[in-house]
Nanobody, 114 residues
Framework: VQLQASGGGLVQAGGSLRLSCTAS????????MGWYRQAPGKQRELVAR???????IYTDFAKGRFTISWDAAKNTVYLQMNSLKPEDTAVYYC?????????WGQGTLVTVSS
C-alpha cells in the first residue's frame, strides 16, 4: 500500500490549499479514509474522515473551513482547506481510518504565514 499526499505549500493566513492523496493498493470503496496532521512538537491528529458512503466527520478545528472528498475513479482523496490560520501549519498525511501504522507516507507540508 502506498499513500502519496501532495498539494502543500506556503500560504498566507486566510488563503486556501487543496491537498490530494493518491492511493495504490487500497480500494476507497472498501475503506474509510482520513486526513491527519502533525504540527511541530505535537502529536499527529485526525483532521477529517470520509466513509465509502461519503459520509464525513470533521474535527472541531476543521468544521466550516475544510472539506474532505474522494474520487473513486482516480483513487484519490482530497482535502480542501479554506480560511487557513497559522495554527494550521503542519505536515498533513492521509491514511485509512482508523490509521494503519505501515501506511503512513511522507505527508505534505502546509505552512501558513500570519
Amino acid at each position: 500500500v502506498q499513500l502519496q499526499a501532495s498539494g502543500g505549500g506556503l500560504v498566507q493566513a486566510g488563503g486556501s490549499l487543496r491537498l490530494s492523496c493518491t492511493a495504490s493498493g487500497i480500494i476507497f470503496t472498501a475503506n474509510d479514509m482520513g486526513w491527519y496532521r502533525q504540527a511541530p512538537g505535537k502529536q499527529r491528529e485526525l483532521v477529517a474522515r470520509i466513509s465509502f458512503r461519503r459520509s464525513t466527520i470533521y474535527t472541531d478545528f476543521a468544521k466550516g473551513r475544510f472539506t474532505i472528498s474522494w474520487d473513486a475513479a482516480k483513487n484519490t482523496v482530497y482535502l480542501q482547506m479554506n480560511s487557513l490560520k497559522p495554527e494550521d501549519t503542519a505536515v498533513y498525511y492521509c491514511n485509512v481510518f482508523p490509521p494503519v501504522p505501515d501506511y503512513w507516507g511522507q505527508g505534505t507540508l502546509v505552512t501558513v504565514s500570519s
